[in-house]
């Protein structure tokens, strides 16, 4: 039987918004981390800071000492304790992992519920993003000018180093972390080792540190650095700026917009990949979607997808998701959100099935009954109901290869596939877009991405002339190519029976059916079920040459007479 820790035998009252609140009491090193805890109603308005911190390895754990009884906390925590331990007075502090009884699912619900309220109610949010390295000391040192990079070489090769290696501590890939610091209502305090910064200096000296590197510094001390790495390492600090700006200006965000901004993030249990964005939420709709550890990863997905539909956002998340899509056990039109796949994604690969802002334009028919454009999940929680087109059939497909090299070396028989399509078209159905931007989805390598530009049907004649081409040829880093690169590898290359040329996910075959679903921002495949009549499977979403914008969308609709079939997808 386990025994609980006597801080944690009385449970926290929900109705009354209780919380415990931890007094760390001062000391200095050796002597060992000593806590109380306290229980607290937040309608009281008590006062306390609140810790943000990556959790660590589980598995590697410290003792520490509360309420005079032993509990043991990640090694993490432990270092964030003593590094933010006061010499000569208590520390009045909220920590998830003692202020919550972590072994009590029932008491973790309730917390997580409120935990909005916890962190805008916080006097001060530290951010712990780990302890001190050789270069983070120096790095700090500077993040009160703002007027450009020192100019001793010593120096800035110290602050290329600390960029560099932002991107290896967990603190910015972890997820939780992303909801409390943007519901602090002060602006955060960073904590790197004994180091401290505002949130705000920690941004803006940051973004000039990475900017002036990058064009400062010799090609030679930066060369053993990948190009995309560097990117990454300012990525997550660039988005979570921007999330924090987009809260505190209209108090929340929907939730495909934050699933969208989240796929790199790691949750301890899977169950966070949710749960953890639900205090992000625009307030009015947090309560429709409930917290419950107890629910399994399939059930608390599908619960997030369901309440995506019944907000209308749903199809706009399949549309950028669609890498979580076809996991074993899961509906087909729930994605994974902690699948390897979308994880290691980039968001030229997530929007690789959307068109430019520029040309897009939503088609939702004549008279349609808005409930049937949202979409409903049925009271099986498995079904999604959905009303859709069925515009043609899948005829002809070509797997890409892994890489451009091998991208490039299958044009002539993409061009073969187009040339039949051609051939059988009708009147009312024939491509209308040229290939070279199909297989670009008409966008320049850009992000956001812009049209394609006619100059890119020279650089796509030279790539088609010039296959098979060699790893390291010239042609394949244009800007074209850049963009096949993003787009092709591992797709799905396909015609229609009426002559429509396509890209879609790896997984699609002859006898799909291309849909459109009303006022969806890209078509999607589906199949029919051979195991349940009258149901069909999400396949993905498809890039479809000539009726992303639109117009000839709305004409084969009308040359057809096509009417809006119900969908059952399972």
Not at 195 to 219: C, D, G, H
Request: glycine share 6%.
């Amino acid at each position: 039987m386990t025994t609980i820790h006597k801080a944690y035998r009385a449970r926290l009252n929900a109705e009354r918004r209780e919380i415990r609140i931890l007094t760390l009491h001062p000391g200095t090193p050796p002597s060992p981390i000593r806590c109380s805890l306290s229980v607290h109603s937040l309608s009281d308005l008590p006062t306390y800071d609140a810790l943000s911190y990556a959790w660590g390895d589980a598995n590697i754990r410290r003792g520490i000492v509360v309420d005079g009884e032993q509990l043991r906390v990640t090694r993490n925590l432990e270092v964030a304790l003593w590094h933010l331990r006061d010499p000569n007075e208590n520390r009045i502090m909220w920590i998830d992992a003692l202020c919550i009884n972590q072994s009590d699912v029932i008491e973790r619900n309730e917390q997580v519920r409120i935990m909005r309220d916890v962190f805008s109610s916080a006097r001060t949010v530290f951010l712990w993003i780990g302890e001190a390295d050789d270069w983070s000391d120096v790095a700090f040192d500077h993040m009160s000018w703002h007027t450009g990079m020192p100019k001793e070489m010593g120096t800035r090769r110290h602050l290329l180093l600390f960029i560099y290696s932002l991107h290896f501590r967990p603190y910015f890939t972890r997820i939780w972390t992303l909801q409390e610091m943007c519901l602090a209502k002060r602006d955060p305090i960073v904590v790197c080792g004994y180091k401290a910064a505002l949130w705000s200096s920690f941004v803006e000296a940051f973004e000039i540190m990475y900017n002036a590197t990058f064009q400062e510094i010799p090609r030679s001390m930066v060369e053993h650095m990948d190009a995309e790495l560097r990117g990454q390492s300012f990525l997550p600090i660039q988005r979570t700026k921007e999330l924090r700006a987009m809260v505190q200006k209209y108090h929340g965000c929907t939730l495909d917009y934050l699933l969208y901004n989240t796929v790199a993030h790691d949750a301890t249990v899977p169950q966070d990949k949710v749960y953890a964005l639900v205090g992000l939420l625009v307030t009015d709709l947090m309560a429709n979607l409930a917290v419950d550890y107890r629910k399994s990863k399939v059930r608390v997905y599908t619960d997030a997808m369901a309440y995506m539909f019944t907000e209308d956002c749903g199809a706009e998340s399949l549309s950028t998701l669609w890498q979580g899509l076809g996991a074993c056990g899961f509906p087909s039109w729930v994605p994974d959100f902690s699948c390897r796949e979308l994880e290691s994604a980039d968001t030229g690969k997530m929007h690789s099935f959307l068109v430019p802002d520029a040309v897009l334009v939503h088609y939702s028919g004549p008279d349609v009954d808005p409930s049937l454009v949202k979409g409903q999940v049925l009271a099986d929680n498995e079904t999604l109901e959905a009303a859709a087109w069925l515009i043609d059939t899948v005829e002809d497909v070509l797997l890409f290869g892994d890489d451009l090299t091998a991208c490039v070396s299958q044009l002539p028989e993409v061009e073969a596939h187009a040339a039949r399509a051609t051939n059988r078209a009708c009147n009312n159905a024939a491509p209308r877009e040229p290939l070279w931007r199909t297989l670009a989805s008409n966008s320049k390598y850009d992000d956001p991405p812009a049209i394609a530009p006619i100059a890119h049907e020279h650089d796509y004649q030279k790539l088609l002339s010039s296959a098979p081409l060699v790893d390291g040829s010239d042609l394949l880093y244009g800007d074209y190519a850049q963009r096949l690169k993003r787009q092709l590898p591992g797709r799905t290359f396909f015609t229609t029976a009426n002559g429509l040329l396509g890209l879609g996910t790896p997984n699609v075959r002859a006898g799909d059916h291309v849909t459109h679903w009303p006022d969806a921002r890209t078509p999607f495949l589906i199949r029919t079920c051979e195991d349940h009549q009258g149901y069909c499977r999400l396949i993905g979403p498809a890039y479809v040459g000539g009726i992303m914008a639109g117009t000839m969308l709305k004409d084969i609709i009308a040359a057809k007479g096509l009417e809006l079939t119900t969908l059952l997808i399972r």
